[in-house]
């Protein structure tokens, strides 16, 4: 079942930026610790950024940290991730996730399918 949806995805040159967005058909998102985490080919899934249910914590993973930035629009029940500037090595399907609290992709319980982002050097 999917539960979380992402969009915004896209390709582009390195030095650009892409604002990705994590909606939700049927649950509630200020309900929710949310993340954002990258896969690529052959590799794990990779902890990116993390906001907390009430919205005041957020979390960065050092290869990001000042480059993304997470946040919420609960009137639209959404979770964006603004990234800016993107790098050739950030090419990956970026997936959005929902209803856990740590930083490893198995503690969260609801899932997108991913949105592909391309970076051409």
């Known amino acids: 079942q999917v539960q979380l949806v992402e969009s915004g995805g896209g390709s582009l040159q390195a030095g650009g930026s892409l604002r990705l967005s994590c909606t939700a058909p049927?649950?509630?998102?200020?309900?929710?610790?949310m993340c954002w985490f990258l896969q690529s080919p052959g590799k794990v899934r990779e902890f990116l950024s993390r906001i907390i249910e009430w919205g005041r914590n957020i979390d960065y993973s050092d290869s990001v940290n000042g480059r993304f930035s997470i946040s919420r629009d609960n009137e639209k029940n959404a979770v964006s991730l603004q990234m800016n500037p993107l790098k050739p090595e950030e090419t990956a399907v970026y997936y959005c996730?929902?209803?856990?609290?740590?930083?490893?992709?198995?503690?969260?319980?609801?899932w997108g399918q991913g949105t592909q982002v391309t970076v051409s050097s």
């Open positions: 049927t649950l509630t998102l200020n309900n929710y610790v």
């Open positions: 996730a929902a209803g856990g609290w740590g930083l490893r992709p198995y503690s969260y319980k609801y």
